[in-house]
C-alpha cells in the first residue's frame, strides 16, 4: 500500500504560474495528489501521515541539465586537485602523491584550476611533472576536460612523440623548438586516459553511493546525464565502458536520470531507448532520448571557437572539433530524423554562431514542431545569435558557475567588448528563450544554491545581466524540465507530478540576494521517500 502524507506548516514555492503558492502538499506513493488548503487535504487524505515543515520552505526538486555522472564517479577515486590554491602547493601535493605510488602506477590527477591560484596561474608542462614523478607516468586534467598534461612516460605510454599526427579537432602542443610540452587538447586527451587503469569494481560502486549522496545533499532529484556509447567522440575510448559501468551502478543511483547519449554513429541510439537505460513510460526513473554532440573546445583551453584571436593569446582562435561541418550537421539529421532531441557543445562566439546556423538550415530542410533542440553552454552569445535561438526555439542549457569561474579570464581572454556577451542569461531570458541550469559537474561543483547565487548575483561580472531569483529557480525546475520533455511529470508542485521536492531551510524569494549562497538544502526527496535530511 502507498504511504500517504500531507506536508505543511511552510512556504509551499510551486513554480506553477496558475497557483505559485499553497499552504499543503498530499503525496501518495511516487506522486502529488492533492494540494490546496491543510483543511481539504485533511479531509480528502483523513489517514494520512502529517509532516510539518515548521517554518522550513519546500520547492520541486531541483534538476541539474548537464553534468557527467559516470566522471564524477571516477573523479572521486582520483587524485582531486580541486581545492589546491597555489602553484607551489600543487607540486607538493604530486610529490607527497608519488611517494605512495609503487614505481609505474598511474597518477591522474583532476580538476586543476590555475585560475583559482594565488601565485603563478599556469599549467605544468611534461619536464616539470618528469622532475616530480621520474618514477610514474602522470596526467593532469583541467576542471573544464578540455585540456590536460602529460609527463613523458604517459606520452610514451600513449605511444605520442614529436612526430605523432594528432586526430581531426585537437592538438598534442609543442614549444617553439619543436618540442612536446605534455599539453594534449580536447579529444586528444582520451588517448592519454586509455592507458589509465580503471578502479575495481568495489571502489567504483562506493564512489558511485558517494557520488549520488553528494547530488541529493544539493537537493538534485533530476540530472540530464552525458554517457557515451562506444569509443570516439568526446569521450574517446572510456566511452566504451561508461554504459555498462552506469548498468552496474543503476541501483544505487538516486536521482531520475535523463540521459544526453554521445556517439558519432547515432543510429545506434535505438539500442539504448529501452531497459534498463530507458523504461519506456512517460514517469520512467531512466530515459535515454537524446543526441549529445560538440563543435568546440572551451575558453580555459582557448579552444572555443572564436571569430577574433583570444585577446591574451593572439595566434589562437581556436577550432571546430570538425575538420568537416558536413559531419556533424549529418549526425544532427540522422538523430532528428529518428525523432531525438539533440543537444550540442558550444562555447565560443563563432561556434555558437555555426551552431545554430546548422539549426536553422536542419529545421528549415526537415521541419519538426516541438524538436527542443539544445545548444549546451552557449557561453558567447551575440544578439544575432539569441534572435535565431528564439525563432527556432532553442534551449539554452546553461551553466551558471560558468559565470564565476570564467570571470576570472573574461577580462584578459576575452576583453572588454567581448565579456559583454559572455554568458547573457538575462538578455536570453528577456528575449523569449527558454533557460535550463545544470553544473558540468565534475568540471563544476553541483551546487544548486551557489547557481542560483551565480544567476542572480554574477559577482559583479556584467551586471546587466543578473536574472530574478524566480526566474533563476525557474532554470534549474520547471524550464529544466521542459528542456527533458518532462514538463507535465516534474518541475512544479501539481497533482500528478512525481513526488520530487527540495526543502530549504529559507525561503529564497524573501532572503536579500546576496545572502541567496547562505540558504542550506535540509532535505531531499525523490519520487515520495527522502534521500538526505540535513543532520
Not at 506548516?9 to 503558492?21: A, F, K, Y
Not at 543578473?466 to 534549474?476: H, Q, T
Request: hydrophobic share 35%; net charge negative.
Amino acid at each position: 500500500m502507498n504511504e500517504k502524507k500531507i506536508i505543511y506548516g511552510g512556504p509551499i514555492l510551486t513554480l506553477n504560474e496558475d497557483q505559485p503558492s499553497v499552504e499543503a502538499v498530499a503525496i501518495e506513493g511516487e506522486k502529488i495528489v492533492a494540494v490546496g488548503t491543510l483543511k481539504d487535504l485533511k479531509h480528502q487524505l483523513y489517514d494520512a501521515e502529517l509532516i510539518n515543515l515548521e517554518g522550513k520552505t519546500i520547492l520541486p526538486g531541483f534538476h541539474d541539465c548537464h553534468c557527467h555522472p559516470i566522471a564524477y564517479v571516477f573523479f572521486l577515486v582520483n587524485l582531486n586537485l580541486r581545492s589546491i590554491k597555489s602553484y607551489k602547493e600543487f607540486k607538493e601535493k604530486l610529490k607527497l602523491t608519488a611517494k605512495e605510488k609503487k614505481p609505474g602506477e598511474y597518477i591522474f590527477g583532476l580538476s586543476y584550476d590555475e585560475l583559482n591560484f594565488e601565485d603563478e596561474k599556469i599549467l605544468p608542462d611534461k619536464w616539470i611533472l618528469d622532475e616530480i614523478c621520474p618514477n610514474n607516468p602522470v596526467f593532469i586534467l583541467r576542471f573544464d576536460g578540455h585540456i590536460g598534461i602529460g609527463n613523458s612516460q604517459a606520452l610514451e605510454l600513449a605511444g605520442i612523440d614529436a612526430n605523432s599526427i594528432p586526430p581531426e579537432g585537437c592538438e598534442y602542443r609543442k614549444n617553439n623548438k619543436g618540442e612536446l610540452t605534455g599539453e594534449i587538447t580536447e579529444k586528444a586527451v582520451s588517448i592519454i586516459l586509455s592507458q589509465y587503469a580503471l578502479p575495481n569494481p568495489e571502489q567504483i560502486r562506493e564512489a558511485a553511493m558517494q557520488a549520488f549522496n553528494n547530488l541529493a545533499k544539493k537537493g538534485i532529484t533530476t540530472v540530464h546525464g552525458i554517457i557515451h556509447l562506444g569509443a570516439g567522440g568526446e569521450a574517446g575510448d572510456l566511452g566504451a565502458i561508461e554504459i555498462p559501468i552506469m548498468k552496474s551502478i543503476q541501483d544505487v543511483i538516486l536521482q531520475n536520470w535523463y540521459s544526453l547519449v554521445g556517439t558519432k554513429t547515432p543510429k545506434k541510439l535505438k539500442k539504448v531507448k529501452k531497459p534498463p537505460l530507458d523504461g519506456g513510460k512517460n514517469d520512467s526513473k531512466f530515459k535515454a532520448r537524446a543526441l549529445k554532440l560538440y563543435i568546440d573546445g572551451s575558453l580555459g583551453a582557448c579552444t572555443a571557437w572564436m571569430h577574433e584571436p583570444f585577446s591574451d593569446h593572439p595566434d589562437k582562435t581556436g577550432f571546430s572539433v570538425y575538420d568537416d561541418l558536413e559531419e556533424l550537421y549529418e549526425q544532427m539529421k540522422i538523430a532528428h530524423n529518428l525523432g531525438f532531441q539533440i543537444g550540442v557543445h558550444a562555447i565560443g562566439d563563432k561556434g555558437n554562431r555555426i551552431l545554430v546556423d546548422l539549426y536553422k538550415r536542419l529545421l528549415t530542410e526537415y521541419p519538426r514542431e516541438d524538436h527542443r533542440h539544445r545548444v549546451e553552454h552557449a557561453s558567447l552569445l551575440t544578439s544575432d545569435v539569441i534572435k535565431d535561438m528564439k525563432e527556432l526555439r532553442l534551449i539554452a542549457s546553461i551553466q551558471p558557475p560558468f559565470i564565476t569561474t570564467d570571470a576570472k579570464l573574461a577580462d584578459y581572454r576575452l576583453g572588454p567588448e567581448r565579456s559583454k556577451y559572455t554568458y547573457p542569461f538575462k538578455s536570453l531570458v528577456d528575449s523569449g528563450v527558454i533557460c535550463a541550469s545544470g553544473s558540468d559537474c565534475p568540471v563544476e561543483d553541483p551546487d544548486v544554491i551557489w547557481g542560483l547565487h551565480a544567476l542572480v548575483n554574477r559577482n559583479g561580472f556584467i551586471p546587466e545581466e543578473c536574472l530574478n531569483i524566480k526566474a533563476a529557480l525557474k532554470s534549474y525546475t520547471i524550464n529544466a524540465a521542459y528542456a527533458a520533455f518532462e514538463e507535465n511529470i516534474k518541475g512544479s508542485i501539481e497533482i500528478g507530478k512525481l513526488a520530487d521536492f527540495v526543502i530549504l531551510d529559507k525561503n529564497p524569494l524573501e532572503v536579500p540576494k546576496e545572502n541567496i549562497k547562505d540558504i542550506q538544502v535540509f532535505e531531499t526527496i525523490i519520487r515520495g521517500k527522502s534521500v538526505y535530511k540535513k543532520d
